[in-house]
């Protein structure tokens, strides 16, 4: 933290009568502005000797990260929403990043440079609008709408930060609805197996094993198809099996059982006819 | 799966409770891949022997054809349809649907015999070796951390091993994760009883959080591996950075790099704020005078890391003395700021909303 430029007494004055005027509400987002309610867009300094307000009304989406130097996080959020500003390029989002006026520029532009963002930099002289944001982490992002209300605030996470913010920016967008985030924030679980997968392969190679006259192993499958989730499938092929080796009053319990899950499982129903037809043997 | 893992799981991550191993400074990146060979798993059969326990269905049934051009073990010939995953689809349909998730393995997408024999195998669902020595050819960064670490986790080497909390083909979430991770965590850390390995009482972690409402930003976003290096790390408790272990310590930046992982560290460097803390009395940093000492009072001093019953994860009391007495720490909020009545230190209020202190310092 050495070599921090010290600021002009009158910034320190104004930053103090800022934040006297300010406390922290309780609530989700910053500490000071809840997620719908209307942003200041101040002027800022930018790191390569400009000026840049803090959102834009001509775009739909304005992102605003806080970051800082001399931080994982801040550098993986970075690239990830370079990547993301790639993603959504010729969009309308805009991208700034924000960064304490306390950091030498150096530093802060070796970090800009390593995440491959060319986007502005705007300088926070005396964390005044951390203060006044509440802002509190780092690295955190903020979205706006045109109107510049936040209508989205993301901390860092260290599993599915792109996912989550692209995902904002694109509901803001109108690309995805609001009620999508749901699966986005809590995706669901990513399971192998299941019985009914495992009965399911076992029908198959049963099949498999059928076309090729092995009878003996196809019923061995399909007592394991069975045996891991009974289903028509397995049931009516096994019919199909007993009824081709001349056991049909086997085969039409098969077949039976097979009905009794799907009483339209053509299968079973085409075996129950021919074996009624031609007689139980 | 996981939840086989009953007692046997020891290591736990509170950093709340005092503990024994030093606090070392580590890297917050976890996950470090290199690339490596892969078709590390052997296709060809393997011959009869006591540990070849595992066959698959078409090889048992002795029908060469079901995948091969040709019924011949001697000469089988090339697979019946182009690529081995297709061939291997055409039975495990279920596969279709799971590689179609969003972050695919890009070993089970090239060819399922990158981990796979087709035929017979020593280990279990087929795998040419043992789980965690296939995952860790390629993962070498891993393979480092879990040889290397001084803490041990022991979800990865009991039960499911890796795929306790991977999916190793597809998954929703990065890092093949089958679920976020405080829902992976707490199918084992939902017990009461469990012990970490220096003896100490682990924290049922489901109970803890219905019984305090007010929970840490990582916690309410299920990503616990913002503070923890789940395959093993240097600190304690799994910790991925250095923070205190000890209810009093000299203050140093260093000492606390896991909170300033996310914390802005000028919240308790700097002497003077108004804009950085609410703690503080006008513009005097009560961050700075707790810690800035000797006997600096560490971050767990005053809060509560997973979860607690007062704003701003202040907890309740503090185990004090050898025999645990729980020192209240009777925080209370105010509307200009706040008090903290006699525990510590005499009865004390702070106001922030003034821009000079009217308390004596």
């Not at chain 2, 007062?310 to 706040?338: E, M, S």
């Amino acid at each position: 933290m050495a070599g921090r430029r010290r600021l002009p007494a009158w910034v320190v004055a104004a930053v103090v009568a800022v934040a006297a005027t300010s406390w922290p509400v309780a609530g989700r987002a910053f500490s000071n502005v809840e997620v719908g309610a209307q942003l200041d867009n101040p002027a800022l300094p930018t790191l390569d000797g400009g000026r840049a307000e803090l959102l834009s009304r001509k775009v739909t989406a304005s992102l605003f990260v806080f970051f800082r130097p001399e931080q994982d996080h801040s550098l993986d959020a970075l690239r990830d929403l370079e990547a993301i500003r790639k993603e959504l390029s010729g969009k309308p989002v805009r991208f700034v990043a924000v960064v304490s006026g306390s950091w030498p520029a150096g530093e802060v532009r070796q970090v800009v440079q390593a995440a491959g963002v060319g986007w502005p930099v705007l300088i926070d002289q005396e964390d005044a609008l951390y203060g006044r944001l509440g802002v509190r982490l780092h690295p955190v992002v903020g979205i706006a709408d045109r109107a510049g209300r936040l209508v989205a605030y993301e901390h860092f996470r260290q599993i599915n930060f792109k996912e989550i913010v692209l995902a904002r920016l694109r509901v803001q967008l109108g690309e995805l609805q609001e009620s999508a985030m749901a699966a986005v924030l809590e995706p669901p679980k990513a399971t192998s197996g299941s019985p009914e997968a495992e009965a399911r392969r076992f029908v198959n190679l049963a099949k498999a094993l059928w076309k090729r006259k092995n009878a003996a192993q196809a019923t061995s499958a399909l007592d394991k198809s069975l045996a891991a989730a009974p289903s028509a499938a397995a049931w009516a092929l096994k019919g199909e099996i007993l009824a081709a080796g001349g056991d049909c009053q086997a085969a039409l319990r098969a077949f039976e059982a097979a009905l009794k899950i799907d009483p339209a499982d053509s299968v079973a129903l085409q075996g129950r006819q021919a074996c009624q037809r031609d007689g139980a043997h | 799966m996981i939840l086989r893992l009953t007692s046997s799981i020891r290591l736990l991550v509170v950093p709340c409770l005092l503990a024994a191993a030093p606090a070392l400074a580590a890297p917050l990146k976890t996950e470090v891949k290199q690339k490596a060979t892969r078709r590390g798993a052997q296709v060809a059969p393997l011959p009869p022997g006591p540990n070849v326990k595992w066959s698959h269905g078409p090889y048992e049934a002795g029908d060469c054809s079901i995948c091969h051009e040709r019924n011949d073990r001697a000469n089988p010939g090339p697979l019946n349809v182009g690529s081995v995953n297709e061939n291997c689809y055409s039975c495990h349909e279920e596969f279709q649907a799971i590689m179609a998730r969003k972050f695919k393995h890009v070993p089970a997408v090239e060819t399922c015999t990158n981990c796979h024999n087709p035929h017979n195998a020593t280990e279990r669902k087929l795998l040419g070796g043992e789980m965690v020595e296939t995952c860790v050819a390629c993962h070498k960064g891993i393979k480092a951390q879990i040889e290397n670490a001084k803490v041990k986790h022991d979800a990865v080497s009991k039960g499911e091993k890796c795929s306790n909390c991977h999916n190793p083909h597809a998954a929703n979430i990065e890092k093949l994760l089958i679920q976020l991770p405080f829902d992976l965590c707490v199918n084992c850390h939902s017990k009461d009883g469990m012990t970490s390995d220096d003896g100490k009482q682990m924290t049922n972690y489901k109970a803890w959080l219905a019984d305090n409402k007010v929970w840490h930003e990582p916690v309410k976003a299920k990503d616990c591996s913002a503070c923890h290096r789940t395959h093993g790390g240097d600190n304690f408790r799994l910790l991925v950075s250095a923070y205190p272990s000890t209810f009093y310590a000299p203050y140093e930046n260093k000492a606390y790099a896991l909170c300033y992982g996310c914390h802005n560290d000028k919240v308790v460097s700097v002497p003077e704020t108004t804009t950085l803390t609410g703690f503080r009395d006008g513009s005097r940093n009560l961050h700075y005078v707790h810690v800035h000492q000797e006997r600096g009072r560490t971050c767990r001093a005053c809060h509560e890391v997973h979860a607690s019953k007062q704003d701003h994860h202040i907890r309740d009391g503090v185990p004090y003395g050898p025999k645990g007495w729980l020192l209240k720490i009777n925080y209370t909020k105010l509307p200009n700021g706040g008090s903290c009545a006699k525990t510590c230190h005499e009865t004390k209020a702070y106001n922030n909303k003034t821009l000079t202190s009217s308390a004596p310092k």
